[in-house]
């Protein structure tokens, strides 16, 4: 069963940046399809961000396009989220996990983007 940690967020201002990083365990994450999921208070947990195992294909929703970037360490295999010109829309917890979801959980990190 693969376990992911995530972690780096934390308070920033609106325009911050912020990097988030997961890291797993149980699985070697390179060899699978990966996204960075965000839910915000009152709505459903949603993938925003997707890399594909192989190619490392990006794929982005509308709401982070321009703004994110998802990447890989495949030595470290460790799963990234550079987050830049951060808007207080972007408040939420973030979590990793395959893509589609195959896997518990993990805590999440949480960012919050507030004067």
């Known amino acids: 069963q693969a376990q992911f940690v995530e972690s780096g967020g934390g308070l920033v201002q609106p325009g911050g940046s912020l990097r988030l990083s997961c890291t797993a365990s149980g699985i070697v994450a390179g060899g699978f399809n990966m996204g960075w999921y965000q839910q915000t208070p009152g709505k459903q947990r949603e993938v925003i961000a997707r890399?594909?195992?192989?190619?490392?294909?990006?794929l982005y929703a509308d709401s982070v396009k321009g703004r994110f970037t998802i990447s890989r360490d495949m030595d470290k295999d460790t799963l990234y989220l550079q987050m830049t010109n951060l808007k207080s829309d972007d408040t939420a917890v973030y979590y990793c996990?395959?893509?589609?979801?195959?896997?518990?959980w993990g805590q999440g990190t949480q960012v919050t983007v507030s004067e």
């Open positions: 996990n395959t893509w589609p979801r195959t896997s518990e």
């Open positions: 890399i594909t195992r192989g190619t490392g294909t990006t």
